[in-house]
């Protein structure tokens, strides 16, 4: 169902994949605690409010709310689909239109619906899978190859439904709230409808928007379910099953099809997707007392950051049916009555959790998670603090999602963890695909991929085995086993096959190919100080060498077989890793080996990276980069030394043009966000403009003394990756264009 977006007239059932933003109201209200029962009005006639599903589209809805409240409007019963559910739970909480708006005006819509653990919440080894496979593609071993049931797990909506509903912790029936309620899902294992009524509110409206394909659907016992819109998307007959009277219907109007749109594959099935929505809404618009056409014809269902552009589509339209709806409006005596009744059922207060209760965990598993959440019990509970813990939780890369809920036994309440283990793994399968190219002779394609295996050599543990083709090419296996369970220490035994295809240049004359292989096997001792910062210690012992592939003979072919010590510190302090906005990243590494090439003795190397990132302002961001290295006074080295060269490393340059025994580069640029995308399928569109300085030392004849450049590019963050693309000119007339596809700092 990723094409939804693809045809206009789809956008109404499709936007639901965006909807989930809506679920992220933040909203707190009146504190009145005590529940009364529903009070069906002994002298007007009952009113039901329907609203359809639509994406960002459904912000409509919530303009429909707000006129209706102004005007004194009662609604006695609610009933919704997809995003027209989440407006409608919202609202049947005890929301206040405002609430809902302001709460929508700031929710991080991108990291909402991409679905992804925030970079910073991850685990150290899950920021390296980032950092090797900067992609969103992982797939499972478990049960074979397979995918994961949804592109987005549902787990960031998730959170921000069960924050908003956790004062109905213990709702036993739907009509029990504020507004009675209900919201519409598809089962797919019986392919009916099912409408919620009681249960989890929480878990009923994540329920309702979970589109096939996109977001994972929700399990509830044997029944799992799916968003709502393909059996019931303006479930008018929902709301007369209520006892309504009188039913109001919101559809959102998207306007005349586009015959443009059908020239894809992506464009028709979206058509054809859209007339089966359409079929089964066609009776509830003809039974609706009233029909509200919101025209929402210029936005899409993607448009999450326009919601205050479209809200006012749904004032607009109920203003146009004024006089219709008027009918029903309430005295300022009446109407203070029904809000009064309305607030006495709201509940706003939060029991203090006096246990911790892990739902469908047993043994070591469930101790370890209970562990991590023992910090809330006694304590009133911070839903922010709260759901860092889960964040850190779901990067240890385990888990689909954490929810949370709270629960009541033998008289106490305790706070209810509810851990959904990823049902296509472990093992886990990264793959990723690289690009690289600024001359036409030199396009380098690479693919490669991880499979992770948790739990061999203990807990804790990982065998991680990697393997590639392309310019470096190989395969490699690490086990990383902590000392004991739990704790910081750990060792990591391994081996690797590793054969890299170099060049070298006499100025900007490519001369000769090598094939450089480095082979071998060893240990790290090495200590994690967080989940931002490691520190390693090892020892390897290599078959390393290199042998002409094409060209001319440039240096003395060489076979070593060296002892190699090395430490590294590695830091990860920022926010992302395909275009990083803000915080500090950081590697340094020193090696010592008992054999060089083209001489008798050990020689020692220390190569070392930083980079910052700052936000200017909602767009920009500027960065900046400093690398360098030394080989400590030993010369002649060839190919075991350090280049400069090809795109992002002085990119005027052929890749590894510049080669030495010492190196330095220093990189300064600015990146401006021109536009954003689907967020369930990338992000944004940089423009960047950088500007590269290096210089290498004991370089070949004709090495420039200060070679530097000025770029401009293109990113675009991407499901796959970051693309980019852009011309570069440097010093002494080097000038290159480049493009790629893979990690850029």
């Known amino acids: 169902m990723g094409f939804i977006y693809a045809a206009k007239t789809s956008r109404r059932y499709f936007g639901v994949l965006s909807l989930l933003g809506l679920l992220a109201a933040h909203v707190t209200g009146p504190t009145a605690q005590a529940q009364k029962p529903v009070i069906e009005p002994p002298t007007r006639q009952r009113i039901g409010l329907v609203l359809e599903g639509g994406g960002a589209l459904g912000f409509a809805h919530i303009g429909v709310i707000q006129w209706m409240e102004e005007h004194h409007i009662p609604v006695d019963d609610v009933a919704g689909t997809s995003m027209g559910g989440l407006v ?55 049960h074979g190859l397979s995918l994961p049931n949804g592109l987005n797990s549902g787990a960031a909506v998730g959170l921000l439904l069960d924050r908003e509903m956790l004062p109905y912790y213990d709702l036993k029936n739907f009509d029990d709230l504020p507004i009675p309620f209900r919201c519409v899902a598809t089962d797919i294992t019986t392919g009916k409808e099912h409408v919620f009524k009681d249960g989890s509110l929480a878990q009923a409206m994540r329920s309702t928007m979970s589109i096939p394909g996109v977001f994972a659907p929700v399990t509830h016992g044997t029944q799992i379910y799916s968003d709502g819109g393909a059996v019931n998307n303006l479930p008018v007959d929902v709301a007369r099953s209520m006892g309504a009277d009188i039913v109001i219907a919101v559809f959102l109007d998207t306007g005349p099809v ?60 109920a203003e146009e049916h004024a006089a219709e709806l008027e009918k029903y409006a309430l005295n300022d005596a009446d109407w203070a009555k029904y809000v009064a009744e309305r607030n006495a059922r709201r509940r706003t207060k939060i029991p203090t959790p006096r246990f911790i209760d892990i739902y469908g965990m047993k043994g070591a598993q469930r101790a370890q998670v209970a562990n991590e959440f023992e910090k809330y019990v006694n304590k009133p509970l911070d839903e922010k603090k709260l759901e860092e813990t889960i964040a850190d939780l779901q990067g240890t890369g385990s888990y689909s999602s954490v929810s949370y809920n709270l629960v009541d036994k033998d008289n106490e309440t305790g706070l209810l963890v509810r851990p959904r283990l990823k049902e296509y793994g472990p093992p886990f399968l990264n793959l990723g695909l690289t690009l690289s190219s ?71 004359q490519e001369l000769s190919e090598y094939t450089e292989q480095r082979n071998g096997f060893g240990a790290d001792l090495g200590y994690s100080f967080s989940s931002k910062a490691e520190l390693r210690v090892g020892e390897d012992y290599q078959w390393f060498g290199e042998t002409l592939r094409v060209g001319q003979p440039i240096e003395q072919v060489f076979h070593l077989t060296p002892w190699v010590s090395n430490v590294q510190f590695q ?21 010592y080996s008992t054999q060089r090439p083209n001489g008798s003795n050990g020689y020692s190397q ?140």
């Open 88 to 142: 409608g739970g919202l609202y049947a909480s005890g929301k206040s239109p405002q609430d809902i708006t302001e709460f929508v005006g700031g929710i991080n819509w991108a990291a909402v619906l991409s679905g992804q653990v925030p970079f910073p919440a991850l685990s150290y080894r899950r920021k390296e899978d980032r950092l090797a496979f900067p992609n969103r593609l992982e797939l499972g071993l478990k």
């Open 258 to 317: 586009d015959p443009a749109s059908f020239n894809s594959l992506v464009g028709v099935a979206g058509r054809n997707v859209a007339i089966m929505v359409a079929a089964n809404e066609l009776n509830s618009m003809k039974n609706a007392n009233i029909l509200l056409k919101a025209d929402v014809s210029k936005f899409t269902s993607s448009d999450f950051e326009k919601s205050d552009d479209i809200i006012p589509q749904g004032m607009k339209v």
């Open 438 to 508: 600024n001359d036409s002779n030199d396009i380098q394609l690479g693919l490669g991929g991880r499979a992770t295996f948790f739990g061999l050599a203990g807990p804790g543990s990982e065998l991680r085995v990697n393997a590639g083709v392309g310019q470096v090419a190989g395969a490699t296996a690490e086990l990383y086993k902590p000392l004991i369970a739990g704790r910081r220490y750990f060792v990591a035994p391994r081996i690797y096959y590793q054969h890299t295809v170099s060049s070298f240049y006499s100025g900007s």
């Open 571 to 591: 830091y990860l302090g920022q926010d992302s890793v395909q275009v990083p906005t803000k915080g500090t990243e950081m590697l340094t590494r020193y090696t």
């Open 606 to 745: 220390w190569n070392s990276r930083a980079a910052h990132f700052t936000p200017v302002k909602t767009r920009g961001i500027i960065f900046g980069t400093i690398a360098g290295g030394t080989s400590f006074g030993a010369t002649n080295l060839g190919l075991a030394g350090f280049s400069l060269g090809g795109p992002l490393q002085l990119s005027a340059y052929g890749r590894g043009e510049l080669l030495g025994s010492d190196y330095f580069l220093g990189q300064v640029g600015y990146e401006y966000q021109l536009t954003k995308l689907n967020p369930v399928l990338g992000d944004s569109i940089y423009a960047a403009g950088f500007y590269e300085i290096g210089k290498v030392w004991d370089g070949a004849a004709g090495t420039p003394s200060l070679p530097n450049d000025v770029s401009g590019a293109l990113v675009i963050k991407t499901l796959i990756g970051p693309l980019y693309g852009g011309a570069s000119i440097g010093d002494s007339d080097h000038r290159k264009w480049f493009f790629g596809l893979g990690r850029i700092f």
